[in-house]
């Protein structure tokens, strides 16, 4: 039993227990406030550091001299949209992390260093061939569009001008918008003041949103009169049934309303960023 007892002892230790042997106790200090741990946004795509994207902002800080942390939300929504459900936005991340690695793999390639040879390149046994200088590339910054599955919402990602390469401008953004055929609900603000934004390289900006479509309800019967009556046979103390006191026949004067008979409402279709029209359901009429 003395084991037992000192396993239990080990397992059950007190908060006294703890002090007595050093060991720090869990909570905060009194008066002191615990610090709330900060959980991801489950609508963040999370990248690892040896992602082609960090590697284009290696690049970019090198050229600037400093660069915004990527940053890759699906965010942005107005708050009655509730366009994604979990499943789908998880769906919906996928996708993404596909779109940005595949953009990313494909600017880096074209922004590596092009070997470019001397100007003086005579050859002579004293003097041997000079290396060719690797040079970067004028690559323009480079706009690309995601748009989700469902057609509700579509995002902006810019990459940085390489080189002698031109910054982000709004002459810039209009043919990748049109190439993608996102003409619905583009955010023109966004659009004119996004070339002065410090966040506006490696970060998804919502550039368009459509409309839910809003399904129609349907109609319905408002009674005044029940349409059950209780059958129940009343009896008396001798046994007998009283059958004037059923209680069958509903009584109504004239002019009186039995019913009112509610009209369903018809839906409203929606919109997506590619101007085509969502059609809604209207509701159906009362049986």
């Not at 002892?9 to 905060?28: N, V």
């Not at 583009?186 to 919502?206: G, P």
């Not at 408002?222 to 004037?244: C, M, T, W």
């Amino acid at each position: 039993m003395s084991l037992v007892k000192t396993v239990l002892s080990k397992l059950f230790e007190t908060a006294l227990d703890k002090e007595e042997k050093g060991t720090p106790d869990s909570r905060p200090p009194a008066g002191e406030k615990k610090i709330p741990e900060i959980l991801p946004d489950p609508a963040s795509l999370q990248l690892p550091f040896e992602h082609p994207v960090n590697k284009l902002r290696d690049l970019w800080t090198e050229q600037a001299g400093q660069s915004p942390i990527p940053a890759f939300c699906l965010s942005g929504l107005s708050e009655d949209h509730e366009i994604l459900s979990a499943a789908e936005l998880e769906k919906e991340l996928v996708r993404l992390r596909q779109f940005v690695t595949s953009t990313a793999e494909k600017r880096l390639k074209e922004a590596e260093p092009k070997a470019v040879p001397p100007a003086d390149s005579e050859k002579t046994e004293a003097k041997p061939e000079p290396e060719p200088e690797k040079v970067l590339p004028d690559l323009d910054a480079q706009p690309f569009i995601f748009s989700i599955k469902n057609q509700l919402a579509a995002w902006l990602l810019v990459y940085p001008p390489v080189g002698q390469g031109k910054e982000i401008n709004r002459d810039m953004l209009a043919p990748v918008l049109k190439e993608n055929e996102v003409n619905f609900g583009v955010d023109e603000a966004l659009l004119d003041k996004l070339s002065d934004a410090e966040d506006r390289y490696f970060h998804l900006f919502l550039i368009a949103e459509g409309i839910l479509p809003v399904h129609g309800k349907d109609g319905y019967v408002i009674d005044h009169f029940p349409r059950k009556k209780n059958r129940e046979l009343p009896v008396n103390e001798s046994g007998q049934v009283n059958y004037a006191e059923l209680n069958i026949v509903n009584n109504a004067d004239k002019g009186d309303v039995i019913c009112q008979i509610v009209e369903p409402i018809a839906g409203v279709n929606g919109r997506t960023v590619f101007d085509k029209e969502i059609p809604a359901k209207d509701g159906k009429k009362a049986a």
